[in-house]
């Protein structure tokens, strides 16, 4: 089983490392860091298999506290409404882990991997956690990727209800189809709206949410991941003193980070393109894969 404990945090993590046929461990990285509550499967097989069709070293892994990954069983996060509250007085509630811990288990990842520099691509909160990659290691990173993301600032457009309400539901049961109930819920109400150019292929996804779930399924994760989000709080200044070359994608129907998210990421970042797209969700869709990996493979390589 591929996991490492990163030399910095002492977190063990689970990854895939994907390299190019016939190719040198010394090929390009990319590195993909996913969102919250989600395992390193949620990046499609398709991206992977087109990143690494066009040369490069292709590394996706789950982030602690869910997947494979280190799990902080016990740890109590505070309740969204009481962190916010308590945040917006100047008290801010403790924490399991930081935001900043998962940017530097992320960079430890590549430490333990012999692997100086690399490109990362994060999506939702792995685009803030790629973010705070850029602030905090900018040294590490050959460019940055954000995706569906945002700069945390609450005075942009929040999430709308039904969203947030599916992906932050209480799972009702661990029976297989209860959690497979639970997870396309969540599908059908984060991800693109049902259209000619993305459909919704109620066998396709069920199939996709049934390896997920057979692979892992640990609910407890995701609140202390959310609590992570809340605690790391609006990045705008921080974006200032990025350098890193930065591209942004973002979904025009985004419900659950709305498109003013990436607007607002693209704005911070002194040079980042901003590059949007008709009818998107908080989803990446298969029809959607080759703009998404032609984008990241020319940013990569322009870096």
């Known amino acids: 089983m591929p996991?490492?404990?990163?030399p910095n945090t002492g977190i063990e993590l689970f990854y895939e490392d994907n390299l190019p046929q016939g190719s040198a461990p010394d090929a390009p990285v990319i590195l993909l860091v996913m969102g919250l509550g989600a395992q390193l499967t949620l990046w499609p097989d398709e991206l992977v298999a087109a990143l690494v069709g066009d040369g490069f070293r292709v590394i996706r892994y789950d982030n602690r506290d869910i997947g494979l990954s280190q799990k902080f069983d016990g740890a109590r996060a505070p309740s969204p409404a009481i962190q916010v509250l308590r945040k917006k007085i100047g008290f801010p509630a403790r924490v399991p882990y930081t935001l900043k811990d998962m940017a530097d288990d992320g960079i430890g990842l590549l430490?333990?991997?012999?692997?100086?520099?690399?490109?990362?691509v994060g999506a939702s909160m792995g685009g803030m956690i790629v973010q705070l990659m850029a602030i905090h290691h900018p040294e590490r990173l050959l460019s940055m990727t954000s995706i569906m993301s945002t700069t945390g600032s609450g005075k942009?457009?929040?999430?709308?209800?039904?969203?947030?309400?599916?992906?932050?539901?209480?799972?009702?049961?661990?029976?297989?189809?209860?959690?497979?109930?639970?997870?396309?819920?969540?599908?059908?109400?984060?991800?693109?709206?049902?259209?000619?150019e993305f459909p919704f292929d109620e066998a396709a996804q069920r199939e996709r949410?049934?390896?997920?779930?057979?692979?892992?399924?640990y609910p407890a994760?995701?609140?202390r991941q959310l609590?992570?989000?809340i605690d790391d709080g609006d990045r705008t200044s921080r974006?200032?003193?990025?350098?890193?070359?930065?591209?942004?994608?973002?979904?025009?129907?985004?419900?659950?980070?709305?498109r003013e998210g990436g607007e607002a990421t693209a704005k911070a970042i002194s040079g980042?393109?901003?590059?949007?797209?008709?009818?998107?969700?908080?989803?990446?869709?298969v029809p959607l894969i080759p703009r998404i990996a032609s984008e990241i493979v020319a940013h990569a390589r322009n870096a």
């Not at 996991?3 to 990163?6: D, P």
């Not at 430490?111 to 990362?120: E, F, T």
């Open 209 to 217: 949410v049934l390896r997920n779930i057979r692979r892992s399924v």
């Open 239 to 258: 974006l200032a003193a990025v350098r890193t070359p930065t591209l942004v994608l973002h979904g025009e129907a985004d419900p659950l980070v709305k």
């Open 3 to 6: 996991t490492l404990v990163t």
């Open 156 to 196: 942009l457009p929040q999430a709308e209800k039904h969203a947030i309400d599916a992906l932050t539901a209480p799972l009702p049961g661990m029976e297989e189809e209860v959690v497979i109930a639970h997870g396309l819920n969540i599908v059908r109400n984060i991800g693109s709206p049902p259209s000619a």
């Open 272 to 285: 980042a393109r901003l590059v949007t797209y008709p009818g998107w969700g908080h989803d990446i869709p």
């Open 111 to 120: 430490s333990g991997l012999g692997i100086d520099k690399a490109h990362v």
């Open 227 to 229: 609590a992570a989000i």
């Open 221 to 223: 994760g995701l609140p």
